[in-house]
Each structure stands twice: as C-alpha cells, then as structure tokens.
C-alpha cells in the first residue's frame, strides 16, 4: 500500500478584516500556499507558490501561527501544514487578486467560523483554528490523526 504524505505551507493573509482564501475552480477551497519541496524550507516554499500563483513579488512572513495535520485513512493520504501569519503591500481586500494559474481563483472573506465552514475552506481544522488564532494570538496545533 502506497501512502502520499506532503508537506505543506500555508498563508493567512489578512486586510482590512477579511482573509484571502483561493479556491480550485469546481472543487474545494483553502488558504494561499502549497508543496514544499525536498530541500526546501517552510517559508523559501510560501513565498516560491505566492509568487507563482499571485505573482507577489514581495510579502512578510510576519509569525509562524501552527500546525494542522491532516489525514483520509480510505485514501491513504496525509499532509502537514504549516500555517504563516503573511503580509503584502501588492494584496488588498478591495480587489480580488488575478490568479497566474488557470486552475485557482482568489477571493477574501470575513474570518468568522460560519464563512469559513460555507466556503468549506480545507482542511477543515482550519475552520476553528483561524478564529481562534484570532482571538488568542497563539500558535496552535491541529489534528485528526
């Protein structure tokens, strides 16, 4: 049995009270981010997939917010993410970024648990944990494993 485990880093990019989520156009949405590659540090990976996907030249990684491991036993699947607090001057919640890939689409909601469970922003932990985030201001780790 093969099992595919990932790494991954993940944004959670916040102005004027409203996160950017991206979302697999037809499918599900998540927060900004992806794959880290072997050899690659947490951070270099967020900064590589926001440029490649937003084409942000510049953002900060401000803190490290925490930890969500997620895994679906029945699809052998696991991954690790690993959730940045991040900024940009070149992101702002009055417009919707363009994406540079043809697959995904951006859009910023209000942080609260009931947009982030209508927008089924994956993996579901995420849905309590950025609330929480907010409101204590500490790292925090998740899992369903």
Excluded at 79 to 108: G, T
Aim: with cysteine.
């Amino acid at each position: 049995m093969t099992i595919q485990f990932r790494h991954v880093a993940r944004a959670l990019i916040m102005d004027d009270n409203q996160i950017l989520i991206a979302r697999m156009k037809g499918a599900h949405s998540f927060l900004p981010g992806g794959g880290i590659e072997l050899g690659e540090g947490a951070q270099t990976a967020l900064k590589r997939e926001l440029q490649e996907e937003l084409g942000i030249k510049t953002c900060e990684i401000i803190r490290f917010l925490g930890v969500i491991e997620f895994g679906i036993k029945a699809k052998n699947y696991c991954e690790i993410n690993h959730l940045f607090e991040v900024k940009s001057k070149e992101l702002s919640a009055s417009v919707a970024p363009e994406s540079l890939e043809a697959h995904l689409e951006f859009y910023w909601i209000e942080p609260t648990l009931d947009n982030l469970k209508r927008e089924d922003v994956l993996p579901y932990l995420v849905q309590d944990m950025i609330p929480q985030l907010l409101k204590d201001g500490k790292p925090l780790w998740a899992s369903n494993l």
